[in-house]
């Protein structure tokens, strides 16, 4: 069985902070893991993923991503907030034994403050 | 543009009344999902599809519906016996597990 959970259903920075969304899963077979961006009443995009190679992901818009197996973590950061990061963020997981099931977490929202 | 098309983007409707949700993708994905979004409550899995012809039940998929006659096309049906179906439905399609999402469809029973 698989899982996730973020930790903060609601994040505000200051323009130009860091920012650090935290995300935990839980899975008993190998990890695909994601993290998934949506903007108000629009579907998701995909920021990044970590299937199995470099544990530190890069994705787009500057976003980055660790894997830590030992911690079962998945954080996604960015160095410097701008205001366009404001939005909603998934993390999800799903098997990589050929599965196609993905499992969402709760969201995050992230609040950018001028 | 290769992407995945839902309509209608908004939809009212009185309770009682079945709706059907259209998605269409160009990406030549194998797989199709439905996915119910609520408040704080992330993306649930409705139904997903692997191939034409075959489809599975996800995690709620009690009152909802679907078909998979074309690889392009997986509609989704909401049934009168969905209680609560007010929410933001969003179609998605994969090849290699990540997922490319639709722009969703908000539907408001009224």
């Known amino acids: 069985a698989q899982s996730v959970t973020q930790l903060g259903s609601h994040v505000s920075v200051s323009e130009g902070a860091l920012v650090l969304l935290r995300c935990n899963y839980s899975s008993s077979v190998p990890p695909y893991l994601f993290w998934y961006v949506q903007y108000p009443n629009q579907g998701l995009q995909l920021l990044l993923k970590y299937t199995s190679a470099a544990t530190l992901v890069k994705g787009i818009n500057g976003f980055e991503a660790e894997f830590k197996k030992s911690e079962t973590s998945f954080h996604l950061t960015k160095p410097s907030a701008h205001m366009s990061d404001a939005a909603e963020y998934f993390c999800a997981v799903s098997a990589n034994t050929g599965g196609f099931k993905t499992i969402f977490g709760a969201g995050t929202r992230l609040f950018v403050k001028a | 543009d290769g992407g995945i098309t839902q309509s209608p983007k908004y939809l009212f409707r009185k309770e009682g009344q079945n709706v059907t949700l259209s998605c269409e993708q160009n990406l030549n994905h194998d797989a199709m999902y439905w996915y119910r979004q609520d408040p704080g409550q992330g993306l649930r899995l409705i139904y997903y599809?692997?191939?034409?012809?075959?489809?599975q039940k996800g995690d709620i998929a009690e009152g909802y519906s679907v078909s998979r006659e074309k690889k392009e096309s997986f509609p989704l049906t909401v049934t009168s016996a969905q209680k609560n179906p007010t929410a933001f439905y969003l179609c998605?399609?994969?090849?290699?597990?990540?997922?490319?999402f639709g722009e969703g469809s908000r539907l408001t029973v009224l």
């Open positions: 998605a399609s994969s090849m290699t597990g990540e997922l490319f």
């Open positions: 599809s692997q191939i034409v012809n075959d489809f």
